[in-house]
């Protein structure tokens, strides 16, 4: 096969070398390769919107959310904002190859505490069918040592175990997240990843 302009090596090769998320993404064949290459886009795109965290000091909590919805748009993963799922879902995730559909819905919030958190869990898992990979819990966090605050979530949600929580809560591949399980009123439990960013500026 020529490996010349244009073709599918090509294009493979400069996925490989400019955004291996992507190509992980567009090349996963199971859910679970599928939530990994996500997530590493998704670790990225927070990386991203971390660097530039001085422009975004004015931005309210839906116009954060569309800063990383453009961060996280690469072909072949669809990110809406405010899309009807039984509600309002502040990002819908979609990706549909291969005949497969697969659906992440998140819920964001600039921090506020574990109360304002764990609220926003409950409004997450009103927007759940229970057909979705998993629901996804951004938080902006703009207080100072945003890893105790995340670490505070935790364990308030470990003793409290809201939304039907199964056990404790384990932890993520991204820094500064976890995860919870939930009975979800489909019967099934579902999983929800809380991952937060960090635009916390000195002075502010």
């Not at 795109?45 to 800063?67: M, N, R």
């Not at 919030?109 to 951004?138: A, N, S």
Request: glycine share 10%; charged share 20%.
């Amino acid at each position: 096969m020529s490996q010349g302009t244009g073709t599918l090596y090509d294009l493979t090769n400069q996925l490989l070398q400019q955004s291996p998320e992507h190509l992980d993404l567009f090349a996963s064949l199971t859910d679970d390769e599928f939530q990994i290459a996500f997530d590493s886009l998704l670790g990225k795109a927070l990386a991203g919107l971390e660097e530039s965290k001085k422009g975004f000091q004015s931005l309210d909590e839906p116009a954060l959310s569309a800063v990383l919805r453009l961060a996280m748009l690469v072909p072949g993963l669809s990110v809406a904002l405010e899309q009807h799922s039984n509600g309002h879902a502040d990002l819908t995730f979609e990706s549909y190859r291969l005949g497969i559909a697969r659906r992440i819905l998140g819920e964001a919030k600039i921090y506020d505490g574990p109360k304002y958190h764990i609220d926003g869990v409950g409004q997450l898992l009103g927007y759940m069918t229970g057909r979705e990979l998993r629901g996804l819990m951004v938080v902006y966090m703009r207080k100072a040592n945003g890893s105790v605050l995340m670490k505070k979530t935790r364990d308030t949600m470990d003793g409290v175990k809201p939304g039907n929580q199964q056990g404790i809560t384990t932890s993520h591949l991204l820094k500064w997240a976890f995860d919870s399980s939930h009975l979800h009123t489909c019967g099934d439990n579902v999983r929800i990843s809380h991952v937060a960013c960090n635009l916390y500026v000195d002075g502010t």
